[in-house]
């Protein structure tokens, strides 16, 4: 007998500020105050930073499309100085590529380049490996402050690197999203044993990678809680933009040297593009091939899944700043929102349940492999 879970409500939980992303299908709790007036259709108030769009007055095509989930300030729900092996997220930024803590008992895992999302031909473990104590280089094995994330990722202001958060009625900068986030009616429908769909945008790519967890709703949301019901990646991802356009691809989802012992992470596919050489991380030898502003091929971490224009990429929008590029599908892409399908379990008892993205990327703060930080978004799921 299968069971209909209903009301998925998801949270994003990051530990770093340069990269941003947000859960879209379903919408997560963290997008609450998308409807303010002063966030209407992706609008960005003074204190606060875009999660679709560039402009500060907003209507940008993300922000009016099926991305709209996105607008508000679900992107800025992380946690940020937190690298893999350590107990604690130290809440600084997570620009400085070293470990945030003396003793770390992880050593990176994830070494192979393929796996990698940025600084790939570093040799790993070698001085030139700048982003070896980031999330997606073990992942689940950062430290999490709170599982529905934390109001512009720290209880420290650091506008530089973009942990800000605009204080709202709602939640206010450094609020956790498990104390002051109310679950989320989406009207979303679930069977025991179905495969689902489910999607999230890029705001800032720092690459990395992400998985999907579970936790009854009667239990108290946190990190351990997620831990023990990982759902499974299944079938072919796809890429889907904001015209419809839609474009399935072969997926790389790992299963060695994650936390949970075998849990199933996917990896980022859309590549990053470095805003100059020496923000890529990359062998000395190499940093001359990308130029400040993101000018040259080379500033692209590895090559897309897609065919790139010529030139393969341009500002995200006329008002951004010159680094803020994408492509069709790379860089700081908000031309659409990347889809999986997870398995949900048979044997999934009825009654409530929360669903929690979690995103760590490479580079600056949000879990990856050359940043800090972490993007976990809860969600609730009923079942009946």
Not at 33 to 45: R, S, V
Not at 71 to 85: A, E, M, R, Y
Not at 95 to 116: G, I
Not at 198 to 222: D, F, M, Q
Request: net charge negative.
């Amino acid at each position: 007998m299968s069971h209909r879970l209903q009301n998925v409500f998801l949270f994003a939980c990051a530990a770093c500020v340069d990269g941003h992303g947000m859960l879209i299908i379903p919408r997560s709790r963290n997008s609450v105050d998308m409807d303010l007036i002063e966030f209407k259709d992706g609008a960005i108030p003074d204190g606060s930073d875009g999660c679709n769009c560039a402009a500060a007055a907003g209507g940008c095509p993300a922000a009016l499309g099926p991305r709209s989930s996105g607008n508000g300030q679900p992107c800025l729900w992380f946690q940020q100085g937190c690298t893999i092996g350590c107990t604690e997220c130290t809440g600084e930024h997570g620009h400085y590529n070293a470990s945030a803590c003396s003793n770390p008992t992880v050593t990176a895992t994830v070494n192979d380049p393929k796996w990698r999302t940025m600084n790939l031909k570093a040799a790993a473990g070698s001085a030139e490996d700048v982003y070896r104590f980031n999330p997606w280089r073990a992942p689940g094995t950062t430290p999490v402050k709170d599982a529905c994330g934390m109001a512009g990722g720290s209880d420290k202001v650091h506008l530089g690197d973009a942990a800000v958060f605009k204080d709202t009625k709602f939640a206010k900068f450094s609020n956790l999203g498990s104390q002051v986030l109310e679950p989320l009616k989406t009207g979303v429908i679930w069977s025991a044993g179905s495969v689902v769909e489910v999607a999230w945008g890029i705001r800032y790519n720092h690459g990395g990678g992400y998985s999907y967890r579970l936790c009854p709703a009667k239990e108290e949301l946190t990190e351990e809680c997620f831990r023990k019901l990982q759902l499974n990646f299944t079938g072919m991802p796809s890429l889907r933009w904001n015209d419809g356009k839609e474009l399935f691809y072969h997926g790389m989802y790992l299963t060695e040297g994650t936390s949970p012992q075998g849990s199933m992470w996917a990896r980022n596919q859309i590549p990053r593009i470095d805003d100059s050489g020496d923000d890529s991380g990359e062998p000395w030898d190499q940093r001359n091939l990308c130029r400040d502003g993101a000018k040259g091929r080379a500033c692209r971490a590895f090559e897309p899944i897609c065919e790139e224009a010529t030139p393969p990429w341009h500002k995200i929008e006329a008002q951004a700043r010159d680094s803020d590029v994408e492509g069709f599908c790379s860089g700081d892409w908000t031309g659409g929102m990347l889809v999986d399908r997870v398995q949900i379990p048979e044997w999934l008892p009825p009654g409530p349940m929360e669903l929690c993205w979690r995103f760590i990327k490479v580079n600056t703060c949000l879990g990856g492999d050359g940043i800090v930080r972490r993007l976990p978004r809860c969600g609730r799921i009923v079942q009946m």
